[in-house]
């Protein structure tokens, strides 16, 4: 029997899905890693004498991370809100202010790194600033994906060429 053609191919908000998905859960196993070999070189640098073991429950996708715990501290619940997810207006504009924005940071990269705050185990100011810009292009690249997720669904303007 011959399959249709048309048939298999996926939907294009399936694909979108899928691919978001595939990002994400890239993204999540490198900071693991990264993390994992921190923590190996933390304890080879330490004596330690009583054993401990790190379990990981890999829940497949039952958990998304984000909500799994949420404040209860009516301070913290307040700001809760906006530490989730945004969809972006312009994504192109919004894209070029962050581009902006890292280049402008560029004098100040250079200036740590002269200080020595990126050698070896670093400073902490050479820390902090690593921590923030892998979190700001972390949450770029989120609000992108999430974006064009959510756009997927819209219908696609034919070409008037």
């Not at 249709?4 to 998905?21: D, G, P, T, V, W």
Request: proline share 2%; glycine share 8%.
């Amino acid at each position: 029997m011959k399959s249709n053609y048309l048939s298999e191919l996926q939907s294009r908000r399936k694909f979108i899905r899928q691919a978001a998905c595939a990002a994400v859960g890239t993204i999540g196993m490198s900071s693991v890693l990264r993390d994992m070999r921190f923590m190996s070189s933390a304890l080879a640098q330490s004596n330690i004498t009583d054993y401990k073991a790190l379990i990981c429950v890999f829940l497949n996708g039952g958990n998304d991370a984000n909500n799994m715990i949420i404040p209860t501290i009516p301070a913290e619940w307040q700001s809760y809100p906006a530490a989730r997810t945004s969809v972006l207006g312009d994504e192109w504009e919004d894209y070029m202010t962050y581009l902006r924005h890292t280049h402008s940071l560029v004098e100040e990269t250079y200036q740590i790194d002269k200080a020595g705050g990126f050698d070896g185990a670093g400073t902490a100011q050479g820390k902090a600033f690593a921590e923030e810009r892998l979190a700001a292009g972390a949450i770029k690249l989120r609000n992108l994906i999430y974006t064009a997720w959510l756009r997927s669904a819209d219908p696609v303007q034919e070409f008037q060429g």
